[in-house]
């Protein structure tokens, strides 16, 4: 099983994947460690922004997004999305959260 956070599951594909140069850029520029204060969020792209909602698929991610600022005593999180990510980033902080 794959546990959250450190460089496994999604943070490993993150740091091995066209995205390691965002990753390392973040890191080194801003201080970001992976699997501390920068994660990955997945999702199933196949699915329409409705198919994400009836799947619990904008909960899981508004769950990780909580988690993360409560792990991180309280910070602000950043999300960047990139192609139907972005668009499901912009459609879970249009929905109904306290925090959004």
Known sequence: MVQAGGRSGTEYGLWQSSYSNLTTYLSQSFGYVLGKDMFGAP???????????DAGGMRALATRVEAIVRNNCGK???IIGHSMGALASLHLLHSDHDWA
């Open 43 to 53: 999702f199933d792209w196949r699915l329409h922004l409705s198919g994400q909602q």
């Open 76 to 78: 602000k999180a950043v």
